[in-house]
């Protein structure tokens, strides 16, 4: 699972597993330049309490630079050759399918973005598997706000949305506000904001969170989050996928 560690990551896997695909690990891409994963600016740490408090082992592959989506289909970058080596060694350890939550609609570089994902994988023999492809964003964030997940926004800009909205949980009021704002924005844009998933059906436990900063860095509030623990869940609670009568247990 190509792994962010934000909304739709999450439910891609989460989708993923509902079809029977056995996820066997996620995969992050860390920049080493500030030891981060980037754009939503977290720690190897956090990713993986998080990894921890899903029950699925975490892959951090570290890169120099960061990935840029860019109209040069001719420039290969040390982010894609790093991901390609990456899928080579887990298809050598037995993985044949890669997932990723890339969303189509509403997404101006989809076909740049679906493109890659297929660079990417053919050499390392690896199928893509794109579940939220199709999707609009609106019924993403329904379906994962219904499913019980609990995600927070850890990166926005400042020109649109600002400070005030780090650390909020992506439910039905904050979905209805930015509804409205796509109604009322000239250009229909909502603003830039990206999230992290603390808990929901794929989750064996709870993350929570005990301290975190807010910081601005190049017009983009991020939340640093610096001490956190992972809380048991009821037995009710605990990482169980409904498919066809039958509990799936990750």
Same mark, same amino acid.
Request: aromatic share 10%; glycine share 6%.
């Given at each position: 699972?190509?792994?962010? /560690? /934000?909304?739709?990551?999450?439910?891609?896997?989460?989708?993923?597993? +509902?079809? @029977?695909?056995?996820? !066997?690990?996620?995969?992050?891409?860390?920049?080493?330049?500030?030891?981060?994963?980037?754009?939503?600016?977290? #720690?190897?740490e956090i990713m993986?309490?998080?990894?921890?408090?899903?029950?699925?082992?975490?892959?951090?592959?570290? *890169?120099?630079?960061?990935?840029?989506?860019?109209?040069?289909?001719?420039?290969?970058?040390d982010y894609d *050759?790093? =991901?390609?080596?990456?899928?080579?060694?887990?298809?050598?350890? /037995? &993985?044949?399918?890669?997932?990723?939550?890339?969303?189509?609609?509403?997404?101006?570089? =989809?076909?740049?973005?679906?493109?890659?994902?297929?660079e990417v994988c053919?050499?390392?023999? *690896?199928?893509?598997?794109?579940?939220?492809?199709?999707?609009? +964003?609106?019924?993403?964030?329904?379906?994962?706000?219904?499913?019980?997940?609990?995600?927070?926004? *850890?990166?926005?800009?400042?020109? !649109?949305? /600002?400070?005030?909205?780090?650390? !909020? &949980?992506?439910?039905?009021?904050?979905?209805?506000?930015?509804?409205?704002?796509?109604?009322?924005?000239?250009? @229909?844009? &909502?603003?830039?904001?990206? #999230?992290?998933?603390?808990?929901?059906?794929?989750?064996?436990?709870?993350?929570?969170?005990?301290?975190?900063?807010?910081?601005?860095?190049?017009?983009?509030?991020?939340?640093?989050?610096? !001490?956190?623990?992972?809380?048991?869940?009821? #037995?009710?609670?605990?990482?169980?996928?409904?498919?066809?009568?039958?509990? &799936?247990?990750?």
């Amino acid at each position: 699972m190509s792994w962010s /560690g /934000g909304k739709d990551s999450a439910y891609a896997c989460y989708l993923a597993m +509902r079809q @029977g695909l056995n996820v !066997r690990f996620l995969a992050s891409m860390m920049t080493a330049n500030n030891s981060r994963l980037f754009p939503h600016y977290l #720690t190897p740490e956090i990713m993986q309490a998080q990894s921890k408090a899903i029950g699925i082992p975490l892959i951090q592959q570290w *890169v120099t630079v960061p990935a840029k989506v860019s109209r040069d289909k001719t420039r290969v970058t040390d982010y894609d *050759v790093k =991901f390609t080596e990456m899928l080579q060694g887990l298809r050598i350890d /037995g &993985v044949t399918r890669g997932v990723f939550g890339v969303v189509s609609v509403g997404n101006p570089f =989809f076909e740049q973005q679906r493109s890659w994902v297929d660079e990417v994988c053919r050499p390392a023999e *690896v199928r893509p598997y794109l579940p939220l492809w199709g999707m609009d +964003r609106e019924s993403i964030i329904r379906n994962i706000v219904a499913e019980g997940f609990k995600a927070i926004v *850890v990166m926005c800009d400042n020109h !649109r949305l /600002g400070k005030e909205y780090l650390g !909020r &949980v992506l439910d039905e009021d904050l979905l209805s506000e930015f509804i409205e704002r796509h109604r009322s924005a000239p250009d @229909g844009k &909502v603003g830039l904001y990206l #999230t992290f998933v603390l808990d929901g059906p794929i989750f064996n436990k709870r993350l929570d969170i005990d301290e975190s900063v807010d910081i601005k860095l190049n017009d983009m509030w991020y939340l640093d989050i610096k !001490r956190f623990h992972l809380v048991d869940k009821s #037995t009710n609670e605990s990482c169980k996928l409904l498919r066809e009568e039958e509990l &799936v247990f990750v």
